[in-house]
């Protein structure tokens, strides 16, 4: 049974930082390409970043370049969305997915964790 359960949100001021985890049990996050996406109460879903399996490429997007990052522990099987530089506008709930293709696509994920909540406030 595939279960990917999110972790590390919380509370913090604008300006500052929080490291979300996706950690997976049942199958081998490094074999995958897998989303972080996130949704704030009243707006669509963003996806926000992606690790790809091919040549590890990834994507952010423009309202989080330059300030989050994703990376794999593969030991730890599991995959980290550091945010950095934190905006009022980032909070939101936060979910990791498995993609179905090796791609960074928009669409086609299939397992979604629970989710975290993030909210950057004073």
């Known amino acids: 049974q595939v279960q990917l359960v999110e972790s590390g949100g919380g509370l913090v001021q604008p300006g500052g930082s929080l490291r979300l985890s996706c950690a997976a049990s049942?199958?081998?996050?490094?074999?995958?390409?897998i989303g972080w996406f996130r949704q704030a109460p009243g707006k669509e879903r963003e996806r926000v970043s992606c690790?790809?399996?091919?040549?590890?490429?990834?994507y952010y997007a423009e309202s989080v370049k330059g300030r989050f990052t994703i990376s794999r522990d593969n030991a730890k099987n599991t995959v980290y969305l550091q945010m950095n530089s934190l905006k009022p506008e980032d909070t939101a709930v936060y979910y990791c997915a498995r993609a179905r293709s090796g791609y960074c696509s928009e669409n086609g994920y299939d397992y979604w964790g629970q989710g975290t909540q993030v909210t950057v406030s004073s």
């Open positions: 690790i790809s399996i091919i040549r590890g490429s990834t």
């Open positions: 049942g199958i081998t996050l490094s074999a995958y390409t």
